[in-house]
């Protein structure tokens, strides 16, 4: 069972980046699927998550109306959208995998499977 991100990079204040998480050992579409990020010093957050039934998605107030969380199913991935990327936006991102609903999501002790993380740096 494996979560592999992907996508990460460098990229200047204002700029768009599109992360993938492939996940192989298991249907993504069967579960709910999240990205967290961990800025240096900071706790690890919660920032978009997609609901393994409806597909209803959640983000938060950080990265609402920049970021855009979706799956393809067919190819068992899971996507990140970047856009209008600030400084405050750098961390290392993770995508999760609960096999229950979007309810708490942002909690991390919910999730079963975690990727190892790939690196966004945002330049002023």
């Known amino acids: 069972v494996q979560l592999v991100e992907s996508g990460g990079g460098l990229v200047q204040s204002g700029g768009s980046l599109r992360l993938s998480c492939t996940a192989s050992?298991?249907?993504?579409?069967?579960?709910?699927m999240t990205w967290f990020r961990q800025a240096p010093g900071k706790e690890r957050e919660g920032v978009s998550c997609?609901?393994?039934?409806?597909?209803?998605?959640h983000y938060a107030d950080s990265v609402k109306g920049r970021f855009t969380i979706s799956r393809d199913n067919a190819k068992n991935t899971v996507y990140l959208q970047m856009n209008s990327l600030k400084p405050e936006d750098a961390a290392v991102y993770y995508c999760?995998?609960?096999?229950?609903?979007?309810?708490?999501?942002?909690?991390?002790?919910?999730?079963?499977?975690w990727g190892q993380g790939t690196r966004v740096t945002v330049m002023d």
């Open positions: 050992g298991f249907t993504l579409g069967d579960y709910t």
């Open positions: 999760a995998a609960a096999m229950d609903g979007s309810y708490y999501w942002w909690v991390m002790n919910k999730y079963t499977y």
């Open positions: 997609i609901d393994r039934r409806d597909g209803e998605t």
